[in-house]
């Protein structure tokens, strides 16, 4: 029997972001979506989702749900069977980071939290994504479910996560690491980095992707998950 895959979405994301790739993968194994809204640090986090997971699974997380797979990877890797890593880095947030985060959750606070997604939208997706309107709306509408209150706890999380580049080495399952080509938040070096600090990680860059790879190339996203499940 395959081992269940946990799915770990994104700021402001929802299961909705891997949608497609659920939908197939769940043909051969269970595949659950971690909660990542209930707690403002990714430690509480990374412990919540642990706890309602199997005891053995396969890992995926984008984004900010790659800061919290590599904290799974800290506390419980002898659970983890495999590790993918999607449009994020290892490393924390610089000065000027934490600062637009801290302008961000003011904003939330004052009651501008629909002003938030879509001026984050350009950083999200590459350009012809953002002229998609299913896309866009996608993430509009999931940034609405998540809503003000879990992205102040996600947004605080993300400021204290610390530098994961120090226990990369010590990965011992088979890790892909994968982002969009035109990713600008988590650009392409921060993934090389992260695959040569891991013994034998492999590296997929998608073309015609940004941030938010699952949903902007879902087939090549759910090809890439299927060889590494393989």
């Known amino acids: 029997m395959p081992v269940p895959l946990v799915l770990l979405p994104g700021l402001l994301n929802d299961r909705r972001l891997w949608a497609h790739q659920a939908e197939a993968l769940s043909a051969t194994r269970p595949v659950l979506v971690g909660d990542l809204t209930q707690d403002d640090g990714i430690e509480a986090i990374a412990r919540r989702v642990l706890a309602a997971v199997p005891p053995r699974f396969a890992l995926a997380g984008l984004s900010m749900g790659g800061y919290v797979a590599m904290e799974i990877m800290r506390r419980a890797p002898e659970r983890v069977d495999r590790l993918a890593l999607l449009d994020t880095t290892a490393r924390p947030d610089l000065p000027e980071q934490s600062q637009r985060r801290l302008d961000a959750i003011a904003v939330a606070r004052s009651g501008g939290f629909d002003k938030i997604m879509p001026a984050m ?110």
């Not at 921060?190 to 938010?212: K, N, Q, S, W």
């Open 121 to 230: 939208l350009p950083n999200l997706l590459c350009a012809a994504s953002l002229a998609d309107p299913a896309i866009t709306g996608l993430a509009r509408d999931m940034a609405r479910a998540v809503g003000a209150e879990a992205f102040i706890r996600q947004q605080t999380a993300i400021m204290a996560r610390p530098d994961s580049r120090p226990g990369l080495a010590a990965i011992a399952c088979p890790t892909l690491v994968l982002c969009g080509a035109e990713d600008t938040l988590t650009p392409p070096d921060r993934h090389r980095e992260m695959t040569e600090l891991i013994p034998g990680a492999r590296l997929e860059i998608v073309e015609g992707a940004g941030h938010l790879s699952p949903m902007e190339q879902p087939g090549a996203v759910l090809a890439a998950l299927a060889g590494w499940l393989e």
